[in-house]
C-alpha cells in the first residue's frame, strides 16, 4: 500500500494549505512496480517530477508524452516559480511583453491589444491566475477596462483571430497560455535562467 503524508507547517483551510508548494510529500513504495506507478501518476497530473540530489539541487523530469509543447510549458513555467520575482522590475516584463505582441503582429489600436498586454502582465506577476483564464483573468481585466467579462471575451476573440495562432485552430485560452509561455521563457532568457535537459536514447 502507498502511503501519502503531508508535513504541514503552513496554515490551512478545509484540509488544504494555502502554500501547497511548502508542503513535503512522502511516498512509501514496496517494489519497482510500485515506483513506477507512482512515478506515472505524478507524471500524468503535474507534468514534471523534482528529484533532490545529496547537494540539495532538484533535477526535474519531464513528461513529453502530450508532445513538445506541453514539456516545454511544464519547463518553463517550474524555472519562472524558481525566479526572483521581486527583481523583475514592471518596465522589463513591460517590455517583454511588447517584444512577444510585436512577433505576433498585433493591432496596438485593438482594445483586445491592450487586453491581451494587462492579462499577460497580471498572470506573469501570478501565473496561478492562468490555470483559471476566464473564470479569474476575464473578470479581473473587465474590471481593469470597465467591461463584462463576455466583452473581454469578445474583444479577445477579434484581436486575436488576425495573428496566426487563431489560424493554426488554437482557442482564445490556449493562445493566451502560449503567449504566456513565450513571455516566460523570454523572462528566463534574459535573467539568464538556463535549464538543463537530460535523457536517454
Do not use: W
Not at 1 to 12: A, I, Q, V, Y
Not at 64 to 74: I, L
Request: glycine share 6%; proline share 2%; hydrophobic share 35%.
Amino acid at each position: 500500500m502507498t502511503s501519502d503524508s503531508s508535513l504541514k507547517t503552513t496554515p490551512s483551510s478545509f484540509g488544504y494549505s494555502l502554500y501547497p508548494e511548502k508542503e513535503i510529500g512522502f511516498y512509501v513504495v514496496c517494489n519497482d512496480r510500485m515506483i513506477l506507478d507512482n512515478i506515472n501518476s505524478l507524471m500524468k497530473n503535474k507534468g514534471l517530477i523534482g528529484i533532490s540530489d545529496t547537494a540539495g539541487r532538484m533535477h526535474y523530469m519531464i513528461d513529453a508524452r502530450a508532445g513538445a509543447y506541453s514539456a516545454v510549458h511544464n519547463i518553463t513555467k517550474q524555472a519562472f516559480r524558481k525566479l526572483d520575482h521581486t527583481t523583475v522590475s514592471n518596465s522589463c516584463i513591460l517590455e517583454t511583453v511588447e517584444e512577444v505582441m510585436t512577433k505576433h503582429n498585433m493591432d496596438r489600436g485593438l482594445l483586445g491589444t491592450r487586453i491581451i498586454r494587462y492579462i499577460l502582465v497580471q498572470s506573469l506577476r501570478d501565473p496561478s491566475l492562468m490555470t483559471t483564464v476566464s473564470k479569474r483573468l476575464y473578470p479581473i481585466a473587465g474590471k481593469e477596462f470597465g467591461i463584462s467579462g463576455s466583452q473581454v471575451e469578445r474583444n479577445l476573440r477579434y484581436t486575436l483571430s488576425r495573428i496566426s495562432l487563431y489560424q493554426q485552430g488554437f482557442r482564445n485560452v490556449h493562445i493566451l497560455q502560449h503567449l504566456h509561455d513565450e513571455v516566460t521563457a523570454l523572462l528566463m532568457q534574459k535573467f539568464d535562467g538556463s535549464v538543463h535537459a537530460s535523457g536517454e536514447s
